[in-house]
C-alpha cells in the first residue's frame, strides 16, 4: 500500500502587534509577517484585543511571502478573552455570550484563549458555562514542565470533545515560533479553519526553562498593567 501523504502547515492563530490599541506592543503587523516568512510560517492570524487589524495591504504582504493572513480578534466577554478566527466586524459588538451567540457566524472559530490561567482576563467556569461557543481550546506556549496550567485545558478539551490549538500568543517579537500548531490542511482560510474543528492538528510546544518562565510572566504582568491603565483613559475604554 502506497503510505498517504499529509500537508501539515505551521500555523499560529494567536498573535498581537503594534496595531493592538490596549497593550503596548513594540512590532508592526508587518514585522510580525516578516518573521513568521523566516520561521516558515504558512498561516497565522493577528488577534489584537477588540480590534481586527486585517488590510487588503496587510493580506496582499502576507501573501508575497506565502503566507496566508487570517482576520482576527481577541475579544472581551463580560471582561473576560475569547479568541474570534476568521472574525468579521459585527462580533466587536458582543459585550455577553448571550450577544456572541446572537453575533457569532459559521464562519467564525471561536477559541477559549489560556482559559485556566491565572488573572482577570481568563475564562475559568466561564467557559464551563458557555462551552457550546466554543470550537476549540487553546494550549498556551507560556508554561513550565512543574508549572503548567494547560493541564486542565487539555482535561477540558478532552472532557467536551474539542480539539487543542497551539499558539504563541506573542506580545514580544521574541516569544513568537516557540510554539504553533502543525494543522493538516489545504492553504486555505476555510480549509484551516475546518481543519481546526475537526481536531486534524499537532501541538508544536516546549516547556520553557525556569528563568524564561519567570522572564516572561513578569513581562506579562507589565503589559496587562499597562493595559488596564490605558483602558482607564477618557476614550480608550471599550
Known amino acids: 500500500m502506497v503510505p498517504i501523504s499529509r500537508t501539515l502547515l505551521k500555523v499560529d492563530l ?23 516568512y ?19 495591504y496587510l493580506q496582499d504582504y502576507a501573501r508575497e511571502r ?9 475579544v472581551d466577554i463580560v471582561g473576560k478573552h475569547v479568541l474570534v478566527v476568521n472574525a468579521h466586524g459585527a462580533i466587536l459588538g458582543a459585550r455577553t455570550f448571550d450577544d456572541f451567540r446572537r453575533l457569532r457566524i459559521p464562519a467564525n472559530l471561536v477559541v477559549a484563549p489560556h482559559p485556566y ?12 458555562k458557555n462551552m457550546d461557543v466554543f470550537d ?10 512543574h508549572i503548567n496550567f494547560n493541564v486542565f485545558a487539555i482535561r477540558a478539551a478532552a472532557r ?10 506573542c506580545h514580544h517579537l521574541a516569544t513568537f515560533g516557540a510554539a504553533y500548531s502543525l494543522v493538516e490542511s489545504e492553504k486555505e482560510p476555510e480549509a484551516i ?9 499537532e501541538i508544536a510546544a516546549n516547556p520553557l526553562k525556569l528563568r524564561e518562565f ?5 513581562e506579562h504582568i507589565t503589559d496587562v498593567t499597562v493595559g488596564a491603565i490605558r483602558r482607564l483613559l477618557p476614550g480608550e475604554g471599550r
Open 66 to 74: 506565502g503566507i496566508v493572513l487570517i482576520p482576527g480578534v481577541e
Open 214 to 218: 519567570g522572564k516572561h510572566g513578569v
Open 117 to 128: 490561567f491565572p488573572g482577570f482576563a481568563s475564562l475559568l467556569w466561564h467557559m464551563r
Open 38 to 56: 523566516h520561521l516558515g510560517y504558512d498561516a497565522i492570524s493577528i488577534t489584537n484585543h477588540n480590534a481586527i487589524s486585517f488590510t487588503r
Open 193 to 201: 479553519i475546518e481543519a481546526v474543528r475537526a481536531g486534524r492538528l
Open 160 to 169: 467536551h470533545g474539542l480539539p487543542l490549538v497551539c499558539t504563541s500568543d
Open 136 to 145: 476549540a481550546i487553546e494550549f498556551s506556549w507560556f508554561y513550565h514542565s
Open 14 to 36: 494567536h498573535t498581537h502587534t503594534a496595531d493592538d490599541p490596549e497593550e503596548p506592543i513594540q512590532y508592526t503587523s508587518c514585522e510580525l509577517i516578516d518573521r513568521a
